[in-house]
């Protein structure tokens, strides 16, 4: 049965940081392409940044326009992502999910409607 079991979320102030994890059980997901959407009231589901497999250990990350110099992404073994959020805005306020699937990928990585798996979610409030 395939789990992805996210930590780390809370509550901190504006221009704080956070770390999320990610692992996931249930098989190998080493050539998965992994990472994080997140989700606040009322709005779509958002990319924030995912790593996609190329081959053997090594990964490519894809930081979400609005993220792009506070997170960081990264893969820890093939079936741990862990996304590294800095300096962060009361507008990354959000539900954080994380998220994995297993087909090959080339421009699709931002939409959630590719991903077949599905944590629960972990809270992120950033305070003003």
């Known amino acids: 049965q395939v789990q992805l079991v996210e930590s780390g979320g809370g509550l901190v102030q504006s221009g704080g940081s956070l770390r999320l994890s990610c692992a996931a059980s249930?098989?190998?997901?080493?050539?998965?392409?992994m990472g994080w959407f997140r989700q606040a009231p009322g709005k779509e589901r958002e990319f924030v940044a995912v790593?996609?497999?190329?081959?053997?250990?090594?990964?490519?990350g894809y930081i979400g326009d609005s993220m792009k110099g506070r997170f960081t992404i990264s893969r820890d073994n093939g079936n741990t992502v862990v996304l590294q959020m800095k300096s962060l805005k009361p507008e990354d306020t959000a539900v954080y999910y994380c998220?994995?699937?297993?087909?090959?990928?080339?421009?699709?990585?931002?939409?959630?409607?590719?991903?077949?798996?599905w944590g629960q979610g972990t809270q992120v409030t950033v305070s003003s």
């Open positions: 790593t996609r497999w190329n081959s053997g250990s090594t990964y490519t």
């Open positions: 998220a994995a699937d297993p087909r090959p990928k080339s421009n699709s990585y931002y939409s959630a409607a590719d991903y077949a798996y």
């Open positions: 249930g098989r190998t997901f080493s050539t998965y392409t």
